[in-house]
Nanobody
Framework: QEQLAESGGGMVQPGGSLRLSCEVS?????????MGWFRQAPGREREFVAA????????WYADSVKGRFTISRDKTKNTVYLQMNSLKPEDTAVYYC???????????????????WGQGTQVTVSS
């Protein structure tokens, strides 16, 4: 089981940028197959944002963030990042990072494929 800690959230104006970080620690610090970012806005279900394979670095993005968000990882620091540019009010949500252990791309864009979750960090985009 891994422990995940997100940071970097805050309030930003539309068109602004934020970079979220997810530090991974624990027994499985180098063991998960992939890492994902999800978000949940008030009154809405948790939705997929982006994912990355820990070793190969292959990435997946939700259509709503393609071209604006970039997921990356620093293997030496066991940290995954989400660079968010051109932010919109509809990006406002609590953002969570999560670990996926099954060595398969199946469910890599679904929350059901992930087993360990961080506590979340709030992102608010407002003028």
């Amino acid at each position: 089981q891994e422990q995940l800690a997100e940071s970097g959230g805050g309030m930003v104006q539309p068109g602004g940028s934020l970079r979220l970080s997810c530090e991974v620690s624990g027994l499985g610090a180098s063991g998960s197959y992939a890492m994902g970012w999800f978000r949940q806005a008030p009154g809405r279900e948790r939705e997929f944002v982006a994912a990355i394979r820990r070793i190969a670095g292959s990435t997946w993005y939700a259509d709503s963030v393609k071209g604006r968000f970039t997921i990356s990882r620093d293997k030496t620091k066991n940290t995954v990042y989400l660079q968010m540019n051109s932010l919109k009010p509809e990006d406002t949500a609590v953002y969570y990072c999560a670990s996926k252990y099954l060595s398969s791309d199946l469910y890599i864009t679904s929350s059901s494929g992930y087993s360990d979750w961080g506590q979340g960090t709030q992102v608010t985009v407002s003028s």
